[in-house]
DNA sequence: TAAGTGGTTATCATATATGACAACTGTAAA
DNA sequence: TTTACAGTTGTCATATATGATAACCACTTA
């Protein structure tokens, strides 16, 4: 699997973590304190998130982190 | 748990499996193409890896994304 | 002594994640 | 139609991860 493919799994994972609690973009950015716009693009794997992104979001999302990256 | 205490545990996370392969710094850094002394700011938890960055290293310690990050 | 190994720290350049904001496309509902 | 919401895309500024190199410390070994 190359870079590319895990940021697409990953942002993958996360929309279908995101919908499944029913949480908009908009809602699950502002609970983590970033844009909706920067969340649309690390969904669509546009970006190689860091570490304290992908935390922010497992802890928004209710799931370890271990769970979020588990692709 | 801040995202400080996060890169540090992550830090020794990926030190402790490091060192239970047996493998230097050095070594992991030239297998995963990047320098020994990001290597060595990693596993002090001053960074703020990216997820790439963390995919590098659990290929090349065998062990799965997930596994690493469990912390 | 000197040379080698493992690790740390400093510095500089470059690439890029993120913050911030705006404009846009649907879609749904009034 | 108009209003509101969800998502996408673009742009710019700033912070920082990483690449690259070098100097340094501690330890071991010849």
């Known amino acids: 699997m190359n ?12 929309r279908e973590l995101r919908e499944s609690k029913g ?6 950015a502002a609970i983590c304190n970033f ?17 304290s992104t992908l ?3 497992s802890e928004a999302l209710e799931v370890s ?3 979020l990256v588990n692709v």
Chains 1, 2 share one sequence.
């Open 3 to 14: 870079i590319s493919q895990l940021q697409q799994k990953i942002g993958n994972r996360i």
């Open 23 to 28: 949480v908009s973009q908009q809602n699950l």
């Open 35 to 51: 844009e909706k716009a920067n969340l649309s693009r690390l969904e669509a794997g546009r970006t190689n998130p860091t570490i």
């Open 55 to 57: 935390y922010k979001i």
């Open 65 to 67: 982190l271990s769970d």
